[in-house]
């Protein structure tokens, strides 16, 4: 179960219509399998996005679509309205990116990946660099090979953020880090990311990261997107009703908007993606229940249903 937070940040409208970010019927596939299914997904500009999903759902290989670096097989991407294959040079520009796996030479110290890094990017902010390099307490002489893990996301993050890019694109920023890096990062650096009016994609299958930062979520599983919907809207309308069957009897009717359902003994759990009294009714007079009880969910469990759903399904 996901604790509550003790300073979560004001969530952002994301009421704009114009699309930061849009995925057109993706396809791809590895050999015979399949890493993403029509994917289809509009992102707002303004908005954080996060893209959850088990490990093998698609998460990164739509990521590296989004930015170019894998070509689908049928469908495209666009980033402020531009095909990205159509001049990869001008996503370059307007995207800044952190990749799940770092590539930087290990022999240079911090200051020249950095000095090597501006020379691709001419609206590089040299005094942005130096304020970040300061916050993020990244010793400049300090060899790449001696950096921590931690260290190493932090000066991808200034790589990625000095040439002030109107959308951040992460994959799985806070990956393998341990907990009080983690902690440091999402207060520290990705929170801020989150305020300011650029848009934000980031992969992720850590939930209290998604929880904290994110005002719309999508779930992929088996390269198949599940949902995609702002999030307090996610945990409002999504409930989980508990109902006790008849002695002997087994549901006769599984209501329109399930999820996922069990059976264990003479209880029936019911999740519903759009819950209403009206819903509740339905479920009492087509099924042989003598008790319903209703249960909100957190952002864990509504996950942990669809993507249950969708596997009983498969």
Not at 21 to 35: D, I, T
Not at 140 to 163: C, N
Not at 239 to 254: E, F, I, M, S, Y
Request: glycine share 8%.
């Amino acid at each position: 179960m996901i604790e509550p937070e003790k300073e979560a940040p004001t969530r952002r409208s994301t009421g704009g219509t114009e699309s930061a970010l849009e995925f057109r019927g993706v396809r791809k596939n590895y050999g015979s399998q399949r890493a993403l299914d029509n994917l289809t997904l509009s992102i707002p500009g303004g908005s954080v996005f996060a893209l959850l999903g088990p490990n093998g759902a698609g998460k990164s290989t739509a990521v590296k679509v989004a930015m170019g670096l894998l070509r689908p097989d049928e469908g495209s991407t666009a980033i402020l309205g531009r095909n990205v294959l159509d001049d990869p040079s001008w996503t370059k520009k307007h995207v800044g990116y952190v990749p799940e796996l770092h590539f930087m030479y290990r022999w240079m110290r911090v200051d020249e990946v950095l000095r090597f890094a501006s020379g691709f990017y001419p609206s590089w902010n040299a005094a942005l660099c130096r304020n970040l390099l300061e916050r993020f307490e990244l010793p400049p002489r300090k060899k790449v090979r001696h950096l921590s893990k931690g260290m190493v996301v932090k000066l991808s993050l200034i790589i990625s953020l000095t040439h002030e890019p109107e959308v951040m694109v992460l994959d799985e920023p806070t990956s393998g880090l341990d907990p009080l890096i983690r902690e440091e990062l999402l207060d520290g650096v990705l929170r801020t990311l989150c305020d300011r009016t650029r848009t934000v994609l980031f992969a992720s299958h850590t939930l209290q990261d998604v929880q904290r930062l994110a005002d719309r979520v999508g779930i992929l599983c088996n390269g198949e997107l599940l949902v995609d919907r702002p999030i307090d809207e996610l945990l409002q309308t999504t409930k989980t009703v508990r109902a006790t069957l008849t002695d002997g009897c087994l549901p006769q009717h599984v209501p329109v908007g399930t999820i996922h359902d069990s059976v264990e003994r003479r209880e029936w759990c019911v999740t519903l993606s759009d819950y209403s009294a009206g819903k509740l009714d339905e479920l009492r007079l087509q099924n042989p229940v003598e008790h319903v009880e209703v249960e909100s969910m957190n952002l864990e469990d509504v996950f942990k249903a669809y993507v249950r759903g969708r596997r009983a399904i498969a």
